[in-house]
């Protein structure tokens, strides 16, 4: 190959310095600048000296040259023979282009310095802050909740990085989260996945980080690649939680995130939510009050007065915060343990508190009545009959969850046109499956289910559409079925899954028994995790079908129903079951807004008068 030209050497040379941007651009002007009004200046003494010598000599016509480029209209008052008048005309015209070559590129060069501030590109000073990486429904959920826990704090601040443009961000988080309060947020454009950009969140001082599964095609591929990012950086590492939409990629991102890292099974969560509120109407309000700021919260409290009690004695100690449970001082934790588990010097006891400043003990433990505690019997399962409608990506763990708590010969029929429902299952032990097709918004393709036959329908969420028009789908269902139910007089649970929490205000005319808002549950478990990384134990046993979990119950199997009680009766009945008692459900306010009739962590010494239709809310094993 030839050796490059002193041509080239010069374009190439010439080309690396325009590609520097607008400063460049600027000396260039500047440097051509300078040699019009030197080569004017040195004509002007050659060609008109005496012109030149009535201005001042040689420094006077630098300051005329000067003059006529920057202001090209001055050529017009100008006098001196025709040579002098020429070359002052030739500095205005060269001046009229350099200027006008200046306005242009300063025009540019501060359109994108505003671009760049308006996308926020500059780094972030905070500290304390909460950094949420990545864009989904969930932001919404997760802002509102984390200003509504520091609603009475000053300084608080919410920072989030997402490749979204930095205003819109802004204007979508105003109109779905609505005002801040006190809590500041700051909203940067970039990429989760690129260092240079996380070093925009200055995550050594922040205080946690949550990661969230993105919309689209495999969004756990982008949660896994940005848990990299961030192991990979250098400084300190804030607690991390982070969102996983599938199950199966649960193993790859703990990898990936490192084994201090709080990990959501957002798939599975749902499917229990889905499964269980589909067994006890209502388990999907009572989480969403307990994962909320609003109301209730969990505490880890350690009372040494309780010391040496079991946990069945320590049940009714507080009188405004319930116990659920303990925290070992070895480790581990355990909601609704066996009663006469002994809490030992160094346990911390697990409550239900409607704020911290709530926590003490009560001046002497409440009585319960013998003569309202009911002894009933445990209803032995018998085989049922469900009914799913619509398909998606969980709806096979639904499908195996629902088989760990059915009775053995129960039927589980799919009625759905979506491709992946007919596929064959395997491995269940109590539930035989069957396949229909079935277009669920249709009338007559309902009708002819034969609904009468089924005790429980559950309404999943067709992932082959948007989140949107996949809600108002299932709203059509469900009036479709709220009127079959109305005309034909029958009577079975209706359970739907949704994405919109603004559409449960929607689907309350329909008067189905539970709504699960799957993203507003996986971004309140996210809130709560990124503001309280203590609690991860609690939530992770709270979700785990290996331990106790939440059931709302008959109250008529705990205290006679219509009898004026205290809620220490109901706890002592539970008690009695090996049952923690955290609640009720009133069942003339189930589609009254925002509780829906849950009431947890009632007052214990306030009388109460229970109904054939209410439940009460407890931890128990299946």
């Given at each position: ?322 116990v659920v449970g303990l925290r070992k001082s070895g480790g581990g934790v355990m909601l609704n343990p066996p009663m006469d588990t002994v809490i030992a010097a160094g346990d911390e006891v697990i409550v239900i508190a409607h704020d911290d400043s709530l926590i003490h003990l009560a001046d002497g433990m409440p009585e319960a009545r013998e003569e309202a505690i009911v002894s009933a019997e445990r209803v032995r399962p018998e085989p049922e009959r469900t009914l799913v409608l619509n ?132 971004g309140l478990l996210l809130a709560q995790l990124a503001e309280n990384q203590h609690l991860a134990e609690v939530f992770g046993s709270l979700f785990d079908s290996k331990g106790s979990e939440i059931y709302p119950r008959p109250a008529g199997r705990y205290v006679r129903t ?61």
């Amino acid at each position: 190959m030839s050796r490059p030209t002193l041509r080239e050497r010069l374009r190439y040379w010439f080309d690396n310095t325009m590609s520097r941007g607008t400063v460049a651009l600027i000396g260039w002007l500047a440097l051509i600048s300078l040699g019009l009004i030197l080569l004017v200046a040195t004509l002007s003494l050659w060609l008109t000296p005496r012109d030149a010598a009535k201005n001042s000599g040689f420094p006077g016509m630098l300051w005329m040259s000067l003059m006529r480029a920057l202001s090209p209209g001055k050529v017009a008052s100008d006098s001196g023979s025709t040579p002098f008048i020429a070359l002052m005309f030739v500095a205005s015209m060269g001046g009229l282009f350099i200027v006008s070559a200046l306005v242009g590129v300063l025009s540019n060069g501060l359109k994108s310095k505003f671009e760049q501030l308006r996308q926020g590109r500059s780094r972030i000073i905070e500290s304390g802050h909460i950094v949420i990486l990545g864009w989904s429904e969930q932001v919404f959920t997760i802002v509102a909740e984390l200003a509504q826990a520091h609603a009475s704090d000053n300084g608080s601040v919410i920072s989030i990085l997402a490749d979204k443009d930095k205003l819109e961000m802004e204007d979508d988080i105003r109109r779905h989260a609505g005002d801040t309060g006190r809590t500041k947020l700051v909203c940067r454009t970039g990429r989760p996945t690129e260092p240079a950009d996380l070093d925009l969140m200055n995550l050594d001082s922040a205080r946690s980080v949550v990661v969230l599964s993105p919309q689209g095609d495999d969004p756990d591929a982008h949660v896994i690649k940005t848990l990299l990012a961030l192991v990979k950086r250098a400084g300190d590492h804030p607690p991390v939680v982070a969102a996983v939409a599938r199950t199966a990629n649960m193993a790859a991102a703990r990898l990936a995130g490192g084994p201090d890292i709080h990990l959501v099974d957002s798939d599975d969560t749902a499917s229990r939510l889905i499964v269980q509120s589909s067994r006890q109407s209502g388990m999907s309000v009572v989480c969403m009050d307990l994962l909320n700021f609003d109301d209730g919260e969990i505490y880890l409290r350690s009372d040494p007065d309780l010391t040496g009690m079991t946990y069945g004695q320590a049940l009714p100690a507080y009188q405004t915060a319930t116990v659920v449970g303990l925290r070992k001082s070895g480790g581990g934790v355990m909601l609704n343990p066996p009663m006469d588990t002994v809490i030992a010097a160094g346990d911390e006891v697990i409550v239900i508190a409607h704020d911290d400043s709530l926590i003490h003990l009560a001046d002497g433990m409440p009585e319960a009545r013998e003569e309202a505690i009911v002894s009933a019997e445990r209803v032995r399962p018998e085989p049922e009959r469900t009914l799913v409608l619509n398909w998606n990506g969980r709806g096979r763990q639904v499908v195996h969850y629902l088989d760990g708590y059915v009775a053995p010969g129960s039927v589980l029929d799919i009625a759905s046109d979506h491709p992946d429902a007919a596929v064959p299952f395997e491995g269940l032990a109590n539930l035989t499956v069957n396949a229909k097709e079935c277009e669920s918004t249709d009338r007559y393709a309902l009708e002819s289910l034969g609904l009468g036959v089924y005790q429980h329908v559950i309404v999943l969420s067709d992932d082959r559409y948007s989140a949107e028009h996949a809600d108002t789908r299932t709203l059509m269902t469900l009036l479709q079925l709220r009127d079959m139910q109305t005309t034909l007089g029958e009577r079975y649970s209706i359970v739907s899954e949704m994405h919109d929490e603004n559409n449960r205000s929607l689907a309350e005319v329909t008067e189905a028994d539970d709504i699960v808002i799957s993203d507003t549950v996986i971004g309140l478990l996210l809130a709560q995790l990124a503001e309280n990384q203590h609690l991860a134990e609690v939530f992770g046993s709270l979700f785990d079908s290996k331990g106790s979990e939440i059931y709302p119950r008959p109250a008529g199997r705990y205290v006679r129903t219509g009898a004026e009680v205290s809620f220490a009766s109901v706890i002592e009945s539970a008690r009695r079951r090996g049952e923690t008692a955290i609640g009720y459900r009133r069942a003339d306010r189930v589609n009254e807004a925002p509780h829906f009739g849950v009431v947890l962590n009632p007052d214990k010494s306030r009388p109460l008068r229970l109904g054939d239709g209410d439940s009460v809310i407890v931890l128990a094993e299946r």
